[in-house]
Each structure stands twice: as C-alpha cells, then as structure tokens.
C-alpha cells in the first residue's frame, strides 16, 4: 500500500502541463493561469506624486527650529503636470496623485498649515523632508517580472495587469475533463428510482468541484458496470478531452470493472493508497488523455478529488501555486483512531478567543455526503497516529470556496 504523499506525488509529477494558450481581455481572465512572465513597461507610480492633498515643497528648506513662511508659486491638481521649478522659499498647493513639480521633494499636509494669500505657513514639526511622497516605481520598476507564468489570476492581479496598460494577456487553456458515474444501481436524478437504487451524486459534486477550478467539465452521464459500454465511454471521451474522471468500479467486487479496462484499454497505475476515506484508486492514461479512477463513496470521491486530483489539474493548468492553505487548530474533541491510515474527517472550523477550533461533524462513514455539507474543512489526522485527545492540534485544510 502507498502512503497518501507518496500516491499523490506521483499523480502530479506524471502530468504534463498543457501548452496550448490563448489570449484574453484582462477583464475575462477571473481565474485564469499566466502563460508568460509579465515584465513591468514603465515605472508605477511613473513620476513621484503626492499622497495627500497639501503643500510640495523642498525638504531642505524645513532644517530650521521655527516655523517656515513659503509663497505659493503653482497649483498642481492630479493629471497635470508642473514644469516650474519649486526654488527655496517656494511651495506649490498640489493635490492626492498628482507629480511633484520638479525641485519639490516633500508634501505637507493642508491640515498642517496655514495660508495667508500666496504664503503658506508651515509649523515646526508637522513634516519632515521626504514626508508624504510616493517615489517614482515605489509599486513597480520598469523591467521587473511583476506577474510570473504560472500565476493564478486574482482580482488583483487584473488590476495589477490594467495598471500596466495591458488590456490582454497571454493565459493557459482551460482543460476540458469528462467526468463519469459507474454503476447499475445509480440513476439520474429526475428519472425514476428503483427500490434498490440510489440517485447519482458524485458526477453533480465533482463537475461542481471541477467548474471551481475553471475547468470545462464534459458530463458524459451515468454508465453501467458492463465492459463493452464502460469500453466505449471511456474510448470516446479520451478522444474528446485532456483527463478523464471517473467514479466507482475500482474496488475488487466482481461488478468493478474499471482498472480491468484501463489496464486493457490504456496504461495503468492501480493502487491502495494509506489513506481514508479513500482507499482503492486508479491513475493512469488512455490515449493522450489522463485518467483519475476515484472511488465510489460520494465522501471519498470528494476527498480524493481535492487532495490528490485537485493538485494534479493545478499542474496540468500549469498553476505554480497549487498548495491549498493549511494551518494548525485545536481539537474540540477526542477522536479515535487506529495508526496506519492517513485520516481526512470533515470538521467545522471555527474561531475562538484562544485561536482555530476544530470538531468533526460527527459520524465520518464515506456514504455520508451530510459530513461535507455540514462541514467546513478537512482535519488531517497522521498516519502513523493513534488516537487523538481533545486539546491537541491538527491541521486542517479549509474547503475551497
Ligand atoms: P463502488 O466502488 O462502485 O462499489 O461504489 C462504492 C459505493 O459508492 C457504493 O455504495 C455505491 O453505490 C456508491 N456510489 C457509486 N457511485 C456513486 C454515485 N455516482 N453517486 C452516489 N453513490 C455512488
Ligand atoms: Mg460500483
């Protein structure tokens, strides 16, 4: 049997990202990853300018003890630029965001001052030279890799990218992975149930999870345990996409015939992985198209695809930052464990006066999707680990939103 890290380090490193890319509005890009490396044209701020509205003026002229009298020679409001010189003795009234003319290197605050006709009086104290300047590049130098390749996009970084004066960027292609119910005893919701059947649920979850991650979900449906039509799905869809996902049919009953026809059909990767819920998996390739074998249990389907699927599609995105956060909390609770199994229960998270708390959602069977309904975070409990007692910390890896 692999231990969890072991199963899920060579999921990843056997994805290679995808090279196709495609350009974008910045505007449409919400989620995308980075093709390119995204150097800096300019320095931002471009000129220095001030951070407030006030008084520019030269910092050398504040190194007396007393009180200092300046005329005003120039107004600069933002979006104008003042080529008069400020000389000693001289103060310009200049507005938030606007440049600094030249010779001035310090702003004083209006507050700060009083004026009387073109004389601006600036108290001992109130500013010191250098004060209230934003410095020319103090965001961004000319020439710098503000954005690396590989970065996931964030509202800030559309905006970091508009600052640029750039209305289009280079991103990563979306992958498009189908996504496939195994089983005789599940159907579609909407049709009608048999008494010993159960309405499919794993395909609405992980097309959900997968949609999260910006991923085109191809739903191919529900599937029988039947060689011939598992063969044919999983043919077609491999020519219709870059990974498969499927659920179901990997355990060792006579019904689960999926790691037979990988292992037939494709190349295969068949493993007990260390972990619960989980366990039986299947990775693999058919045709140039990866396969992720998931369990059927709708819990374990949804542990397995965000601890160890998740991570893999970052890297077939191409995404540099896949880790999901993880940070310690404190358990509310005993709970009891047996050592040999990496554990994932569903816990909720919350915040108390002494840090995270963490309790689990009570019981933890794989068949209970209710767990990650009510829930709010995985807690990871160790493999090697016996029982835990209440007080002791955990990680837990919050749900991704
Ligand atoms: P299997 O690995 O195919 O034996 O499935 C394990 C358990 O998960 C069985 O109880 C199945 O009925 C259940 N299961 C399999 N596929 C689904 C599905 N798509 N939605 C909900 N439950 C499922
Ligand atoms: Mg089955």
Redesign the pocket.
Known sequence: MLSFEAARQRVIERIEPLAERERLAVKGALGRILADDVRAPFDIPPLPNSARDGYALRGADLLGTGSVHLRVVAEVPAGQYCDAEIKTGEAARIFTGAPLPPGADTVVMQEHVQRHDDVVEVPAGVVKAYDNVRPRGEDVETGAVVLARGTFIRPQEMGLLASLGLPSVWVNRRPRVAVIS????VVEAGKARGPAQIFDSNRYALIGLLEMMGVEALDVGIIP?ERHELRQAFLSASQQTHAILTS??V?V?A??LVRDILEEIGVIDFWRVKMRPGGPQAYGRIGPAYFFGLP?NPVSAMVVFLEIVRPALWRLMGRQDWQATRFHARLRESIRKRPGLMEFQRGVLTYAERGWEVTTTGPQGSGILRSMVKGNCLIFLAEEHGDYESGEEVWVEPFPL
């Open positions: 195994t089983g005789n005893e345990d179901g049919g355990s009953g019904y689960d059927g």
